[in-house]
């Protein structure tokens, strides 16, 4: 789904056919069992079409691997008594590294997919080492990294103010040796709120992001549509702008500057702010009549922006996250309205608030950690890893 870059170069392979093979079946578990914690045993056999043996040792090998815990469930009816499948409180965990304009976060998760935020800092990209020491003293199993920037190719690409390209992914783990996962923080946070917020359920879901900029992702069945090289979704370079002004992507006319905090400060007649994203929190703070004519502009521009990726997909739900959520209002909503195509009119594709907030990335770069880990091919590599260490050296 996201580009995959490997801790050490030299000690990683992929296992064999055969290992994987193996896994499979526990990975289909695992993969239920994250969907619907507590589910039963009977539940499970049924939901995937396995026999009660095959159950029985996937449960047991899972449960010995650490990944899930049982309990018995409720007797009901006169049926044999089953137990429940939660996953373990102790079991494996990933890493998940929020990188954002102003700090960073480090969190730990487990197969429940929470995050526990461990260790915070600033300016990770002059200073790696301090998050490496961090992750390193964790075990984990994988490590997922949100950047605030666009990706391609497995590279950050420098679209913004704020210049990537010079973080190295391998750097963070400290030599660990981890898997290290990565994502643009929109798309993960529309990953994180198809999963398990506003978007949990709809089969075309559009998540749009304002933070410095704007990004977004199309998810269809709860995966994020990348692209062919990993870095669709940056809906805020779409030419929806005023064509003279620059963005600092290098095009002209983008949307994104139109909706954040540069906008804000442009609409104000003030210079460009240092750290646009507080900027913009402070002006959406107040109740003057220039802040909230700024801010009525600024909405507009996100409404019109929105009707037009509805027309372009055809959503099921739209989720704003961010700051967007306080851009809706009167002017957000007429600007939206009068951008749909008259047909659409009558029952026009409904517009959500995020519900995880600034911890969406957080959650989605979890999220993308445990599909690596859990699946056939993670589980393998996890249960004999020093086979394949060896065998790339």
Do not use: K
């Not at 643009?184 to 990953?191: E, H, Q």
């Not at 805020?236 to 992507?249: K, Q």
């Amino acid at each position: 789904m996201f580009p995959t870059a490997g801790g050490e170069p030299g000690f990683r392979c992929e296992p064999g056919r055969g290992a994987v093979d193996r896994w499979r079946t526990a990975a289909r578990v695992l993969d239920a069992v994250r969907r619907a914690p507590g589910l039963t045993r009977v539940a499970l056999a049924d939901e995937l079409r396995l026999s009660s043996a095959t159950t029985t040792e996937t449960v047991a090998r899972l449960r010995t691997a650490g990944w899930i815990a049982e309990e018995r469930a409720p007797v009901s009816g006169r049926g044999r008594p089953t137990t429940r499948l939660t996953p373990a409180a102790d079991g494996p965990t990933v890493l998940a590294l929020d990188l954002r304009h102003e700090d960073w976060r480090l969190g730990v998760a487990g197969l429940d997919g929470i995050p526990t935020v461990v260790a915070t800092g600033r300016r990770v990209r002059a200073c790696p080492e301090e998050v490496a020491e961090a992750v390193g003293a964790r075990g984990a199993l994988a490590l997922a990294v949100s950047f605030p920037a666009p990706l391609s190719d497995g590279r950050v690409v420098r679209a913004g103010e704020l210049d990537w390209t010079t973080l190295d992914p391998a750097r963070l783990t400290g030599g660990a040796g981890l898997p290290v996962l990565q994502g643009n923080d929109a798309t993960l946070a529309g990953l994180a709120e198809a999963r398990s917020g506003a978007a949990a359920g709809a089969g075309t879901a559009l998540s749009v992001l304002v933070e410095v900029g704007l990004g977004g992702t199309l998810l269809l069945d709860g995966r994020p549509q990348t692209g062919a090289h990993g870095a669709a979704g940056e809906f805020g370079h779409l030419p929806f702008g005023d064509p003279t002004v620059d963005c600092p992507c290098g095009a002209r006319g983008c949307w994104g500057p139109e909706v954040d905090g540069y906008g804000l400060a442009r609409r104000l007649g003030m210079p460009a702010p240092s750290d646009p994203r507080t900027f913009a929190s402070t002006v959406l703070d107040r109740t003057d009549d220039a802040a909230r004519a700024a801010a009525a502009g600024a909405a507009a521009a996100l409404g019109r922006g929105i009707a037009g990726l509805v027309n372009a997909h055809d959503p099921d739900v739209v989720v704003l996250g961010g700051l967007a959520p306080r851009l809706r209002g009167p002017a957000f909503d007429d600007a939206y309205t009068a951008g749909l195509m008259a047909w659409r009119r009558s029952a026009p594709t409904p517009v959500r608030d995020a519900v995880l907030g600034s911890d969406a990335a957080l959650h989605g770069a979890v999220a993308l950690a445990l599909d690596e880990v859990t699946s056939a091919e993670g589980l393998a590599r996890a249960a004999d890893p020093h086979a394949s260490a060896v065998a790339h050296r």
